[in-house]
């Protein structure tokens, strides 16, 4: 017969609403996935539970109080990766992350990574002279190299932050684009478009990009260039070929640091073409000054429902990979 245990945690009025979450919705979904009861009454929070269930809860709770007196908001997402980091005997590294404040948007809200491999990527940034991000759409790659490039542009690191992906249709053929060339390559740039005006403001961003310190462009536009004094940030990388990634990277001069963004899962090259992010990741692996970060679905920080699409598609694709090998002759 399993023994009963209970605890208690006092939790301050002004924290309540923000780990409770609207209708108790966080405080329901811990009782569920731990197995534990919990009553809340005059600020206070009864655990009860079998004794390694209660510790469990416990231990999260005070996770999250620390969180909240941080002044970060309280997510589903949060909830999903501090159980994640539970269940691995690792939730302390939640306040680490805490920590970690990158800037904050034009709305005052902070951006920090919010996952141990986001971390480890952000790291990577600020140590190395160029950073792949590899991983599935959802896990912050973009976003964070954006931060990253308006952060070091503030404190005048670099002079200028220069944005650039390729323009490659996505399995669409969109026919005739009005308008002149900027109108026609705008709609490809509109996701690095969409980041710098939450971070920086469209008002800071169009001055800036006036006085050509802030450039956004297609990757064609780097041929022929040295870029110094720069952070360039090389969006969607998986959809370059090698020579056009090779281009890329002996563009780069002094002074400047590199983000390559890219979901390997996610070409949009004719099939019988060989990405160059691929390519690129086999050739440069051993060079100490360039760092490589695979984010997975687990660092996936959208709604929860696209962490469990990109898992489904992971675990699709492993299975049609598997039976594929199994039906190739043997030689």
Do not use: W
Not at 74 to 97: D, F, G, H, R, W
Not at 138 to 146: E, I, P, R, W
């Amino acid at each position: 017969m399993s023994s009963t245990a209970q605890t208690e945690i006092d939790i301050a009025s002004e924290h309540q609403k923000n780990i409770f979450g609207s209708c108790d919705c966080h405080l329901n979904r811990i009782e569920k996935a731990l197995r534990v009861g919990i009553i809340a009454r005059d600020g206070r929070l009864r655990i009860v539970g079998e004794p390694k269930d209660t510790d469990k809860a416990l231990r999260l709770l005070k996770q999250l109080v620390h969180m909240s007196e941080k002044g970060t908001e309280i997510t589903e997402q949060n909830i999903t990766y501090a159980m994640t980091l539970l269940e691995e005997e690792k939730e302390e590294q939640l306040s680490q992350l805490d920590e970690d404040v990158i800037i904050h948007t034009i709305s005052g809200r902070p951006v920090k990574p919010k996952t141990i491999g986001q971390k480890t990527y952000v790291e990577s940034i600020r140590s190395r002279m160029i950073t792949f991000g590899c991983g599935p759409a959802g896990t912050g790659k973009t976003y964070l190299a954006m931060a990253m490039a308006i952060r070091a542009f503030r404190s005048e690191e670099v002079g200028r932050i220069i944005l650039t992906r390729p323009a490659i249709e996505a399995g669409e053929k969109l026919g005739f684009l009005p308008g002149d060339l900027q109108s026609k390559i705008d709609p490809y740039l509109r996701p690095l478009y969409d980041a710098l005006y939450e971070i920086m403001g469209a008002e800071s961003f169009l001055k800036n990009s006036e006085k050509g310190l802030i450039e956004v462009a297609p990757l064609a536009y780097m041929r022929g260039r040295t870029l110094d004094n720069a952070f360039i940030i090389l969006d969607e990388a998986q959809n370059t070929t090698p020579a056009q990634m090779k281009m890329f990277l002996t563009r780069i001069g002094f002074g400047t640091k590199v983000v390559i963004t890219g979901d390997r899962t996610q070409k949009d090259l004719p099939a019988d073409t060989v990405s160059g992010l691929d390519v690129a990741s086999r050739v440069l692996a051993k060079i100490d000054e360039i760092g490589f970060c695979e984010l997975t679905s687990r660092d996936v920080v959208r709604h929860p429902l696209v962490q469990k699409i990109v898992k489904a598609y992971e675990n699709y694709e492993e299975r049609t990979a598997a039976q594929k090998k199994k039906r190739r002759p043997s030689s």
